[in-house]
């Protein structure tokens, strides 16, 4: 797990001064190759390039604070992500201490409509794709999802041909074992071999 970074609530307006918040630097002359917004309009914002990647994530956290069964994101370099809009309408959650503040790795949504935009870490964003605008029928490539995390806790299995994964990207690779307890003892034992 990632160290948390604490930051208090004077560092908490310095995140204005840093990507995806701040405004892109005046010599990068890249143009928004795609834009995106929340459910409401609140909130816009630009991204200045493809995805790094995209993956499924099947953890329990994930099902629980999206109320899906599972989340769909892809990962962008913050200087790749930019809000042109609503800056003031975004509201912080973080995980790991269960409040609503600007602690890294952090969780935002809109303070309107309350749609989860995207997820920062410390140098890089998830963003769900469902917010960008484009035709879902043809789906740039980028944003096609390489791979299911915490396929062990599943609601549902999926029946595609992207590698499964009982734990992050390259984690003890699923084999077609059953679901739940089982499947994190057998993480939680690949983990031990491959520390
Ligand atoms: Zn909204
Ligand atoms: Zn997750």
Redesign the pocket.
């Known amino acids: 797990m990632d160290h948390q970074h604490k930051v208090g609530l004077k560092d908490d307006l310095s995140r204005l001064t840093r990507p995806p918040y701040s405004k892109p630097d005046p010599k990068d002359e890249r143009l928004a190759k795609y834009k995106g917004n ?6 816009e914002f630009e991204l200045f390039d493809d995805p790094l990647d995209a993956s499924y994530c099947h953890c329990r956290d994930c099902q629980r604070l999206h109320g899906a069964p599972y989340q769909w994101a892809a990962i962008f370099h913050k200087t790749d992500m930019h809000f042109t809009k609503g800056q003031e ?1 975004l509201i912080f959650y973080s995980v790991p201490t269960k409040a609503t503040e600007y602690v890294l790795p952090v969780k935002i949504s ?1 303070a ?4 989860p935009i995207a997820d920062e870490g410390r140098r890089m964003m998830l963003v769900f794709p469902e917010l960008v605008q484009f035709d879902f029928n043809l789906l740039p490539g980028p944003f096609r999802a390489t791979h299911h995390m915490f396929y062990g806790s599943r609601v549902e299995d999926v029946h595609d041909d992207i590698p499964k994964f009982l734990g992050k990207k390259g984690e003890c690779p699923f084999e077609g074992e059953s679901k739940g307890p089982e499947s994190i003892d057998k993480l939680t034992k690949w983990r031990t071999e491959h520390s």
Request: aromatic share 8%; with cysteine.
């Open positions: 929340c459910f409401c309009g609140s909130v309408d809109c309107v409509c309350h749609g």
